[in-house]
């Protein structure tokens, strides 16, 4: 049985520890610097909690944190200190590998690249996780791990792995931001923010047989001058999304200019 302390207790620690669970795997603790996050993982995973990284113990075989890029590099010097014969693993998408070179020396990457929250359950079995690791005996232990939990494992570099996270932002949570502003724009107007679903669903539908380029519809691409002009007008008062409404327009369509955005 192999067993694993997860560092972080997130909305990616969280669903990750219990598809760890379900399949075999053993959490022996969860850290978190808040109690009330590292209670509650832990408690759902029947495991430790702590919140101080010295009381870690040294009887798990991998040691995986999913925290903030900003606090990676600190808990590394302190979680890897005199654990030299353990596997250490981080989940960022845009962190590179060798943040943990001179600190550990069984070390790499499990990055599964979806959207996750505490409160909404996951398949991991459909979720690709893109893993590295610093030698090929590491490699084998991540890829016994990734491939416990997910159908799809793919081994990609660290270099690579950046433009992954970059066209995941894109795709993933600029999208989600535009689907609040859709949500606050309907609903200052007593419009459920549900009646959009069809919509975003037929989209996502769409790219699944058609490139995003081909899917790609609305006033900009036809070159709408006055809807443009009106829906520019139904933001007045909202200069921030005013100009981001007159960026994406020029970059779905390459023609547009200043002047294109006036009747």
């Avoid at 993933?172 to 009646?195: E, K, M, R, W």
Wanted: glycine share 6%; proline share 3%.
């Amino acid at each position: 049985m192999i067993k694993v302390t997860l560092i972080g207790a997130g909305n990616l620690a969280t669903q990750l520890g219990k598809s760890l669970m379900k399949t075999g795997f053993i959490i022996g603790q969860v850290y978190s610097r808040t109690e009330a996050s590292a209670q509650m993982l832990a408690e759902q995973l029947n495991a430790e909690w702590i919140t101080d990284v010295s009381k870690l113990n040294n009887d798990s075989d991998i040691y995986i944190f999913s925290v903030k890029d900003s606090v990676l590099s600190e808990l590394i010097v302190k979680v890897c200190k005199g654990r030299g014969d353990k596997v250490f693993l981080h989940t960022a998408g845009s962190m590179p590998m060798s943040c943990f070179e001179g600190n550990a020396q069984h070390y790499g990457v499990f990055y599964p690249m979806q959207t996750f929250s505490k409160t909404k359950d996951v398949c991991f079995k459909n979720i690709p996780v893109f893993i590295e690791a610093n030698s090929p005996e590491t490699e084998k232990v991540v890829r016994v791990l990734a491939n416990k939990v997910s159908h799809r494992v793919i081994t990609l570099s660290s270099s690579d792995r950046k433009y992954l996270h970059l066209a995941a932002v894109w795709a993933c949570n600029f999208t989600n931001y535009c689907y609040s502003v859709a949500s606050d724009l309907l609903g200052q107007h007593g419009i459920p923010f549900n009646v959009l679903l069809p919509l975003i669903n037929e989209t996502t539908k769409k790219i699944e047989i058609i490139s995003p380029k081909e899917a790609q519809t609305g006033p900009a691409v036809r070159g709408d001058k006055n809807v443009m002009a009106q829906q520019l007008e139904l933001m007045n008062g909202r200069e921030d999304l005013q100009e981001l409404y007159r960026m994406l327009s020029r970059g779905i369509n390459p023609l547009m200019d200043s002047d294109s955005f006036e009747e």
